[in-house]
């Protein structure tokens, strides 16, 4: 959810609110001054439901995303001296204004970029498949047409979303598109074929887009290569030996596990916040639904070592820079396989990922050893103006890593 750049209200351009890193911002529609907020006929509730840990750095923090106008904030710390800690903020249902639970599930979005990485890099030290191998040996044909050739892409520049693959992802940008489509998800096969309608955005390898598409046809190569879907291989490869057991593919399934705070979207088009938790998206680029405690797991251990051999690892780290449209949201930030590098206010960097899928956003920091990880859901998304995107983004990334740098990091 999370992952195109800000563009001004004069270049409206339209994409999938499962964008990894930074989706919504995306939406560059002008609105004017917010106006109270509603669902079902009940008032937005300005934080009094907050299930508040007392008044510590972290808590402020999270509160400072809910003023930003989310809904409900939970954040968690994994490893290091303040760890384990999590705190809440606003509300899981505006209806009974019950409080934000502290191990609720989410669509943890573009994350599902970070476990698809390392499910090929996985493949790769087991010499099953190679980073340089074209993508026209496993697909054959499917990268064709309007100067898109997979026999000049390869699996390292899917990953690296360097490939030039033009994103043509559908968007969600009113109430009505989202009652339309949240129970028909679009096929891989479908989503591909939309690429293709369209020009490369650049030759491969010389220049930097970010391209759910390209995950998309990570999960077919999976699929080739090992005769099992994506999401099996995650389930086999990742999830069970890492004991995340609240991290899982939805299938067919529109709903999310409970404990879980409703996700919400703010639309330009209607005055009120609108109840977005049912909705299909299973794809590669952003299906998987999870914990900020799995999350944070997960990436201690991926950069811990605990997933990947040495020297997948490193591949896994080598980063190129981010294109110019990018560096508003994630200023000096670089990306590797899958994986994302920012800087710390304290100095140095963190890794990780985010995701932003309709009605909700998460962003993740980890040390580089994998001793400290924080994530940070919210369950509220944006289709309003990149002003309001970029202000709940930033808090979050503010909150991450803060986090990160008390612990010393």
Known sequence: MSATPPRRPSQPRRRHVTLGIAAALVMAVAVPPAVTHAVAGVSEDDGSASAATGDTPFQRDADAVHDTGAIGVQARVSGGRSAPATVTSGTADLRTGRPVPDDGHFRIASN??????????????ERKVALEDPVEKWLPGVVRGNGND?????????????????????GIDTAQ???????HPFTPEQLVERAMRHRPDFRPGKGWGYSNVGYILLGMVIEKATGRTWHDQVRDRLLKPLGLRHTYYPGDSPTVREPHARGYQRFATVPKLVDVTLYQDPNASGGLIGTTADL????????????????????????????????????????????????????????????????????????????????????????????????????????????LCRDGV
Not at 112 to 125: N, P
Request: net charge positive; charged share 20%.
């Open 112 to 125: 599902t970029k970070t476990f698809v990485a390392a499910v090929v890099l996985q493949l790769v030290g």
């Open 150 to 170: 997979g026999r000049k892409i390869t699996l390292r520049q899917l990953l690296q979303h360097t490939s030039g693959i033009h994103d043509d992802y559908p």
């Open 177 to 183: 598109e989202y009652y339309k489509v949240r129970f």
């Open 296 to 403: 944070n797991r997960f990436f201690r251990d991926l950069l811990g070592g605990k997933v990947l051999k040495p020297a997948q690892l490193r591949e896994m780290k080598r980063t190129v820079p981010l294109n110019d449209e990018f560096q508003v949201p994630y200023p000096g930030a670089r990306y590797g396989l899958g994986l994302m590098k920012n800087r710390l206010p304290c100095g140095g960097w963190s890794w990780g990922h985010g995701g932003d899928e309709i009605g909700y956003m998460s962003r993740n920091a980890v040390s580089d050893d994998g001793r400290v990880a924080v994530t940070a859901s919210m369950s509220t998304g944006w289709a309003t103006s990149v002003e309001d995107v970029l202000r709940q983004h930033l808090a979050g990334m503010r909150l991450v890593a803060n986090a």
